[in-house]
């Protein structure tokens, strides 16, 4: 079973409005942090934000808020006011210990972002 | 300033030739790993390193060999690149190696690799 499931390729989005980047996580451990992270054209990894999963509140950093659904194992990122720039890949990320104790993350394959003007 | 850089940023080399991608980390982070990023795929990690001296596989190990003789440093080595190497590669490092949920992951810019 996929560990990170994001099951949008690619969205469009007006400017100006709200957009939800879904995603699903998979894991049997109670302790995990899950990450986004936006790539644009030019290829770096920025991270945007970040859950763990004993945080009661949901997320927010700036326009960027993390809409986490424990029970549905879902942590979908939630962009408002959508602005040219935010056209990238944005990839979901989970972190979870593995059998030693070490930390183990997993990426999903990514959601592709449009803003039109 | 906090960063991690890879070189060389862009490679086109030839089947069978041996290299290396550098990795250096100057925030003194125990964790760094590699992955590879092709379309669809999303990331896969190569190999992880929790600590000097201490290496294991990640899901795609096969035709990477890696070492961590210092704690900065984390080369990729490709004995004999093949075709299907042709990627684009990031190392990342994080300050824990031990399991820490907020402890967040630092990415390189990025090393675009042919194969031809």
């Known amino acids: 079973a996929q560990k990170i499931t994001q099951t949008q390729p690619g969205m469009f989005v007006q400017e100006k409005e709200a957009v939800t980047l879904d995603c699903t996580y998979d894991t049997s451990d109670q302790s995990y942090g899950l990450f986004w992270y936006k790539q644009p054209s030019s290829g770096e990894m920025i991270f945007l934000i970040y859950?763990?999963?004993?945080?009661?509140q949901n997320a927010t950093e700036g326009r960027y808020s993390l809409n986490f659904q424990k029970a549905r194992k879902s942590a979908n990122l939630v962009i408002s006011a959508s602005q040219l720039g935010d056209s990238a890949m944005y990839f979901c990320?989970?972190?979870?210990?593995?059998?030693?104790?070490?930390?183990?993350?997993?990426f999903g394959t990514g959601t592709k972002l449009q803003v039109i003007p | 300033e906090a960063q991690v850089t890879q070189n060389p940023r862009y490679l086109i080399t030839v089947t069978g030739k041996k290299l290396t991608v550098t990795c250096s980390q100057n925030?003194?982070?125990?964790?760094m790993s590699w992955y590879r990023q092709d379309p669809g795929l999303g990331l896969r990690q190569i190999y992880y390193?929790?600590?000097?001296?201490?290496?294991d596989k990640g899901d795609v190990p096969e035709g990477y060999k890696v070492s961590r003789k210092e704690k900065r440093n984390f080369p990729l080595i490709l004995e004999s690149p093949s075709p299907n190497q042709t990627s684009l590669y990031f190392c990342?490092?994080?300050?824990?190696?031990?399991?820490?949920?907020?402890?967040?992951?630092?990415f390189g810019e990025g090393s675009w690799l042919t194969v031809v």
């Open positions: 990320a989970m972190r979870e210990p593995n059998s030693g104790g070490y930390q183990k993350v997993t």
């Open positions: 990342a490092s994080s300050l824990y190696g031990q399991w820490s949920s907020g402890n967040t992951i630092y």
């Open positions: 925030m003194n982070h125990e964790y």
């Open positions: 390193s929790m600590n000097v001296e201490v290496t």
């Open positions: 859950q763990g999963s004993y945080d009661e």
